[in-house]
């Protein structure tokens, strides 16, 4: 190992919940955790926060260390690991350890994680290879304090994002593969393929076939609905496709990336119902009478203002009836539907052609 886990930071969840309740405080102090010690400052009045519905129970995970981080075995020598906000998975070999994923808010954790396993199954502890399931930051941004001698794996793509980026924080990867690279490492095997766009550019899927798990990165929300604006997906019908090509795939076990717990096969199933509620719910939506949008901001030319409040409107309507079915069974639905509703329509417009009042003239 060349870089040493540092002392533990405070709990990080409390940590990010601090931060997130004292928005207003400058980001460079929050980015330096000055704020560690200040976990039981109440929040601020003046910022009067939204309440909403209850996580239910199912969408929780397991309690994390007083480190801020759980590690728990998959199958065999495979491992993942949480702060309860992200997600990484190892793999234990004979020959070290191959890492997915070095998500930022884990950190150090991610070497204590492995420390903790390697020393109770006496297997080198050292990491040998970095897989990226993409360059996005949030999930590669501790690649850094793997060191220089890691081999770093990921799609071609992946690579040429991270060698644009230049960021210190994630080295690009040296190894490549355009369609499917199968890795093995001290008797253990992970495949991974590249199945187009969807997510992002470079998102990959990860199959350890012997462990029968699946790691797919911002597709499949176990127990929760989307990230907002359908994962800040670039490409909305490759994301849509992306959620059936992973249950393609014949796992049991999914690491998502993402909260604080692993998916099941009904967890698949059920972000798929939700998804085809708000499809059904948004295309509903869309034949929303324009008129009074356009009698309102049309006299004073305000294009617009006619283009948002119509929007915003048909987003509003296709949210309405999948966040009163969805509330208490996908946590967060009434979190980031409205935001998911609004990528849909604006997917449907631009990417379907279904454009509505803004269609060809006649
Ligand atoms: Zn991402």
């Known amino acids: 190992m060349t870089a040493k886990p540092g002392p533990p930071l405070a709990d990080r969840r409390t940590f990010l919940r601090t931060a997130t309740a004292a928005a207003a405080i400058p980001a460079v102090v929050l980015a330096t955790g000055a704020l560690a010690g200040t976990a039981q400052a109440a929040p601020s009045p003046d910022l009067d926060l939204p309440d909403f519905a209850p996580v239910p129970a199912a969408a929780q995970g397991p309690a994390l260390n007083s480190a801020g981080y759980f590690v728990g075995r998959i199958d065999g020598h495979l491992y993942w690991v949480t702060d309860g906000n992200y997600q990484a998975m190892f793999l234990s070999t004979r020959e070290g350890v191959v890492l997915v994923d070095a998500p930022p808010t884990i950190g150090h954790n991610l070497l204590r994680a492995i420390a903790e396993v390697t020393r109770a199954n006496g297997r080198p502890a050292t990491v040998t290879h970095l897989v990226y399931s993409h360059s996005h930051a949030d999930h590669a941004g501790a690649s850094s304090i793997l060191g220089k001698d890691v081999v770093r794996i990921g799609h071609s793509e992946c690579r040429r994002f991270l060698l644009r980026a230049k960021d210190p924080n994630?080295?690009?990867?040296?190894?490549?593969?355009?369609?499917?690279?199968?890795?093995?490492?001290?008797?253990?095997?992970?495949?991974?393929?590249?199945?187009?766009?969807?997510?992002?550019?470079?998102?990959?899927?990860?199959?350890?076939?012997?462990?029968?798990?699946?790691?797919?990165?911002?597709?499949?929300?176990?127990?929760?609905?989307?990230?907002?604006?359908?994962?800040?997906?670039?490409?909305?019908?490759?994301?849509?496709r992306a959620q059936h090509i992973a249950m393609a795939y014949p796992w049991r076990t999914l690491v998502g990336g993402h909260l604080g717990r692993l998916g099941v096969r009904a967890d698949g199933e059920l972000q798929l119902a939700y998804m085809a509620d708000l499809e059904v719910s948004t295309r509903a939506a869309m034949s929303l009478d324009p008129a009074p949008y356009f009698a309102k901001y049309g006299p004073a030319g305000n294009s617009w203002a006619v283009f948002k409040t119509y929007l915003d409107a048909v987003a509003a309507a296709a949210a309405a009836p999948v966040v009163a079915k969805y509330t208490g069974v996908l946590a967060a639905a009434d979190v980031f539907t409205l935001d998911n509703a609004g990528t849909l329509v604006e997917s449907f417009r631009i990417d379907a052609g279904m454009l509505g009042p803004f269609g060809t003239r006649p």
């Open 170 to 240: 994630r080295p690009a990867p040296t190894v490549t593969f355009e369609d499917r690279y199968t890795l093995q490492v001290g008797g253990e095997r992970l495949e991974l393929a590249y199945h187009g766009p969807n997510h992002s550019p470079d998102n990959i899927f990860i199959h350890a076939p012997a462990h029968r798990t699946l790691m797919v990165v911002d597709v499949l929300y176990p127990g929760w609905v989307p990230f907002k604006h359908l994962a800040v997906s670039q490409d909305i019908p490759a994301w849509l």
